[in-house]
């Protein structure tokens, strides 16, 4: 059978049965963070962001599902088609935009709180991976970071680690690189070209 009907399939279940209400709380978060956006249809149609959310949403039932070869062909097929890579085993929250988009990468043990905006070149990733007695990378383990809810992330910003947290409220300015957490209502921008700084005022 066609991967592609099938994949149209679950696209329209999953959209039309399982996820109406989420699709539409989805659709006027991009409506309401996005000035540029005009209507929902318009939004659904042409907003990679969208897609790649409603990709992800079908690939992580199932990973979670432990069919990990499906949830990755999709993954790969979305990557392809938006532009964005989120792993099947990230958990994402509710109303998550991702504006523009391109270059978003989104790794497997991340977890994403509600209310969450991400911009272009993204990185939310891991650090040198741990090594077994034999060399290989030790799976399994909490390797990328933690996003609370109503945080802002600016363009090409990387946090990288599994015992990263970012707080609720924070705001990550634009080419930050970040291995260490950040507590709640902080900003964190990039000074001088030479090192990140933590303030209170928001951008």
Known sequence: MDFHFIYLYYILLYSGVVMFKNLNELLIAYKERDPAA??????FL?????????????????YKKKMFFIARVISQHSRRRTGIEIHPGAQIGKRLVIDHGMGVVIG????IGDHVKLYQGVTLGAR??????????????KRHPNIGNHVVIYANATILGGDT?????????????????VPADTTVQYRNGS?????????
């Not at 005009?38 to 939004?43: A, D, N």
């Not at 990679?48 to 990709?55: C, D, E, K, M």
């Not at 497997?108 to 977890?111: A, D, F, G, L």
């Not at 409220?169 to 690189?177: A, D, Q, S």
């Open 46 to 62: 042409l907003y990679p962001g969208v897609h790649a959310i409603i990709n992800h949403r079908i690939a992580h039932w199932f």
């Open 38 to 43: 005009r209507s929902k249809l318009s939004i």
């Open 108 to 111: 497997e043990t991340t977890v």
């Open 128 to 141: 040198s991976f741990e090594l077994d007695e034999s060399g290989n990378p030790v799976k399994n383990i």
């Open 195 to 203: 090192h990140c700084e933590m303030i209170n005022d928001k951008l």
């Open 165 to 181: 947290f970012i707080g609720d409220r924070c705001v990550i300015g634009g080419n930050t690189w970040l291995t260490r957490s």
